[in-house]
Each structure stands twice: as structure tokens, then as C-alpha cells.
């Protein structure tokens, strides 16, 4: 089949699951809000209970801290409760035959699939980013003489593995360092790829380039098209990314950030998608990967690969062979779904995006205005740009004299927190530092509004201003 006949039946598939599912209308109903018409009518917390709110927030808190952990709103709970009811009152039936909470989850991975325009069987559902990754990155048949290139900003998610792969096997691990912090302001998308993977020798031909998608550490967004535009040009073998801080944040399903541009791409639903904990998606874009190029590590089902040349001895696709490993979150794997559709509800995943991208663009303006030089994150290029946005702590009424340690980055989310508002502190590399830069971190998601970020600020300029 070629591209454009798989890109069309993949398009197609996903409009009939999204009629069926009676989004279409949902979609037809809302594709025309603007952002302040969902922060008015969804993320704001008010006493309209006909809609499905955030409504576990309390109404005095503003919480602006979702690339931790995200919130659920009221239909996703209640779906998640029901099923686990249901679970409870007939187990057996629930985990072996049930369409919904059966252990191979076949309608779950499909439904997701559709939403994300690709098919069931690149799709398999984990308990989180850690774990898809872990599947990956342990599954790989990495050897002794591989490269594998990450930077100096990946989460353990990626470190880890990767060192028990160093350890046992001796694959070389080549660490790219971002520019620092305060460069990337002005740099564009282009500039920082060819930056941090240049056209050398030492990358050409490497095993895999493991990435993030949007980075915690300063909120950086690595665009998945301009990332397999680079892994084709070194003629990288996989393209592994880290989606933690993307997934329900950025739309996946649909142009440049993609999620079909990588080779496997793990992400949570708990997060941004504000779905159950221990919810999480992998997606393979090689449905028929197979030992010895894969193994299923992390499954029930490798002895079923034991003869990897019989295609016989090879009945299950690996997204279903890594989905059978004994009693998983059902339940949360549904209650997942149903977060996706809260996004479809509300005008889709491109409008969510949009939304969140807004607000955190007015973060960036207020901390810009007050001082330039205390921004972390991307500030001219859109495509680098996310719903994170990452400042040192400035001394208000002395703007130049900037903070790069725990202790005040720590005082700041403190005083903050006495005042009902959650952002975190986080720590980050720099090149040619002994020791890790601290930073302010805040995450305005889809349940954040306007008026909640006003607040922020009143409060933020307080605790700035009592620094010296």
C-alpha cells in the first residue's frame, strides 16, 4: 500500500471510530470555540455541574503544575469508579473475556489507535512513560558495538535502561548538550536539531537517537518531523522518543508532530491527558517487529517467538505480545480512553493545544517583561515552543540579579503554595557548570484559565519582591 493509500484508509478509519463514537458531532458542535470560550465554559471551576469539570480542584487553589501530575475531571472519575465496580463484581469475566477490561485489550488499543490515526496493533498500553520506554529500550537488540545518542537533559527514563545496556553489553552512549539556557530564547528549530546532532561520524549510522519530545527541564519542544528528518539524514536505525510532557499537551495525531514520524514514542495518560495514574500509551510503528530484532521483555508471550524464523511460532504482534502480562489497570486503561474523549468534547486535541499554548505564552510575556534574562524556555520559535515555561527567580525590584540554586527556587514554590498556587522547582545541566542550575517551572494546562494566571502573577511579583 503506498503512503498516501495508507495515510487515507488510516484518515478514514479514524472519522468512522469518531462518528460511531458520537464525537463527530461533539466536534461539529465545538471546532469553531476560540480558547477563551473553553477556558470560560470547561477549564474554570465553576458551579455548573451539566458539564464535566475539574471539579476536585478546589475553586481557591490554582494549580499550575500538571507536567508532575495532571488532575481528572468529574466524567473521567466516574467512569473510572463505575469500572472498577464492575470489575469487582464479576473479576473473572472482568479480566478474561471483558471487550473493555479483558487482558488483551483489544477494543481499548483500537479506540486509541483510531484517535491517533494509526492501527491497533502499533499500539500497546502501559502503566506509564517509564514503563513504554523500558519495553523499548531493553527490547532492542542492542550490541556491544552500538551507539545510542541522548542528551544531557533526558529524564531517567531514558538514562536508565540505557546505563543497564552500557553495564551488560558495552553499547556506547554519546550525550549531546543543549546550548545554554539562556540561548535558547533566540534560537530557532533548525538551528538547535542541527546543533545538537550535527552531520558527524560519531552519530552517522548510530543504533537509536533517544529524545524528548517537550523537555521538563526547560520546556523545550524537539519537533518529531525536523527529528526524523535528522535520524534519515544520519541514517539512524530507530528514532525512540519520550513524549512524558507532550502527550495531551500537543496534538499527535495529526500533521508535522505526528506520532508516526518516530519509531516508538511512550507517553502517559496521566498528565496532560488529565486520564487515571499508572496509565500510559506505546506506540510501535513497526506492527511486525519481531525477535531477533525485538523481544518482548516485559510479556507473557515470548515463547511464543522462540522460533523466530517460523512464522508460525509468531502468532501475536508485539504491541499484543507486551500487552499481556498478567492483570494490568483496565479499568484506567478505559477511564484513559474516556480523558481522550473529554478532549474531543471540548473542540478536539488541537483546540486543548492551542488553549494550553496561550496561556502559557502569557506566563512568558510576564516573566519576559519583567526579566528577559530570566527565561529558560524558547521564546521565538512556536515550533519549540509548550505548555511549560521555566524562569530562574529575579529579584522584582532588581530584575538583572537573577537565582540559580535550590534553596530560593525551593522558597519560591513554598511561599507560593501558602497562598494556594502549586508550581515546582527544577533542577538541569548546563554545559561547563559543576553542578545543576535550579529553576522555576509552571504548566498551564486545559483546566487553567485567565483569570487563574492573573492571580499567579499578583502573587508571584509578591514573593519576587521580597527577594534581595
Same mark, same amino acid.
Given at each position: 500500500? /503506498? ?8 484518515? $478514514? ?20 470555540? /476560540? ?27 490554582? !494549580? &499550575?503544575?500538571? =507536567?508532575t501530575e495532571g488532575s481528572? +475531571? ?16 464479576? +473479576? ?40 513504554g520506554l523500558n519495553m #523499548?529500550?531493553? =527490547? ?8 545510542? %545518542? ?11 535502561? &540505557?546505563?543497564? %545496556?552500557?553495564?551488560?553489553?558495552? $553499547?556506547? %552512549? %554519546? ?38 519530545? #517537550? !523537555? ?62 499508572? $496509565?500510559?500509551?506505546? !506506540?510501535?510503528?513497526? /506492527? ?42 483496565? +479499568? =484506567? ?14 473542540? =478536539? ?22 526579566? +528577559? ?12 515552543? /509548550? ?82
Open positions: 500500500m /503506498s503512503d498516501k493509500s495508507k495515510a487515507t484508509t488510516e484518515f $478514514t478509519g479514524r472519522r468512522q471510530f469518531l462518528k460511531q463514537s458520537g464525537f463527530v458531532g461533539a466536534l461539529a458542535v465545538t471546532s469553531g470555540l /476560540s480558547t477563551q470560550v473553553l477556558a470560560e465554559n470547561y477549564a474554570d471551576n465553576t458551579p455548573n455541574t451539566s458539564m464535566c469539570k475539574f471539579s476536585q480542584l478546589a475553586s481557591d487553589f490554582t !494549580y &499550575l503544575n500538571s =507536567g481528572m +475531571p468529574k466524567c473521567v472519575i466516574d467512569h473510572l469508579n463505575a469500572g472498577l465496580l464492575r470489575w469487582a463484581s464479576d +473479576p473473572t469475566t472482568s479480566y478474561e473475556s471483558d471487550p473493555n477490561f479483558g487482558k488483551r485489550q483489544h477494543k481499548n488499543r483500537a479506540d486509541v489507535a483510531a484517535l491517533l490515526g494509526v492501527e491497533k496493533d502499533n499500539i500497546c498500553l502501559t502503566d506509564n512513560t517509564t514503563m #523499548v529500550l531493553m =527490547g532492542l537488540n542492542f550490541q556491544a558495538n552500538d551507539r545510542a %545518542i541522548i542528551t544531557n537533559h533526558e529524564h531517567n527514563a531514558i538514562v536508565s535502561p &540505557l546505563t543497564v %545496556i552500557k553495564q551488560r553489553i558495552g $553499547t556506547k %552512549i %554519546i550525550t549531546r548538550e543543549f546550548p545554554h539556557a539562556h540561548k535558547l530564547a533566540n534560537i530557532s528549530a533548525d538551528e538547535l536539531i542541527d546543533y545538537l546532532f550535527p552531520n558527524d561520524p560519531a552519530l552517522r549510522g548510530a543504533k537509536a537517537l533517544c529524545v524528548s519530545h #517537550v !523537555y521538563p527541564t526547560t520546556g523545550l519542544r524537539l519537533p518529531l518531523n525536523l527529528l526524523r528528518k535528522k535520524a534519515d539524514e544520519l541514517e539512524i536505525e530507530y528514532l525512540i522518543v519520550d513524549g512524558a510532557q507532550a502527550f495531551g499537551m500537543l496534538d499527535v495525531s495529526d500533521g508535522d508532530e505526528h506520532i508516526s514520524a518516530c519509531d516508538f514514542y511512550a507517553c502517559p495518560g496521566h498528565k496532560w491527558l488529565n486520564g487515571p495514574p499508572s $496509565t500510559g500509551i506505546l !506506540y510501535l510503528k513497526n /506492527s511486525e517487529i519481531h525477535p531477533p530484532e525485538f523481544y518482548p521483555t516485559l510479556s507473557q508471550r515470548m515463547y511464543k517467538f522462540e522460533d523466530a524464523t517460523d512464522k508460525t511460532a509468531r502468532p501475536f504482534p508485539m504491541a499484543q505480545a507486551l500487552q499481556v502480562r498478567g492483570c494490568s489497570n483496565a +479499568p =484506567g486503561f478505559s477511564s484513559m480512553l474516556r480523558a481522550m474523549q473529554f478532549q474531543h468534547d471540548i473542540g =478536539g486535541p488541537k483546540l486543548v493545544e492551542q488553549h494550553i499554548l496561550t496561556l502559557s505564552q502569557s506566563v512568558k510575556d510576564f516573566i519576559a517583561a519583567s526579566s +528577559p534574562n530570566a527565561l529558560a524556555s524558547p521564546t521565538v520559535d512556536p515550533s519549540l515552543k /509548550s505548555g511549560l515555561t521555566v524562569f530562574f527567580p529575579f529579584s522584582w525590584y532588581k530584575p538583572s540579579h537573577l537565582f540559580y540554586d535550590k534553596k530560593t527556587c525551593d522558597h519560591v514554590v513554598a511561599k507560593l503554595l501558602e497562598k494556594n498556587i502549586q508550581i515546582r522547582s527544577i533542577g538541569f545541566d548546563e554545559p561547563d557548570q559543576n553542578e545543576p542550575l535550579y529553576a522555576l517551572r509552571v504548566s498551564t494546562a486545559v483546566f487553567n484559565s485567565k483569570r487563574q494566571l492573573g492571580i499567579f502573577q499578583g502573587a508571584l511579583k509578591e514573593v519576587l519582591s521580597q527577594l534581595i
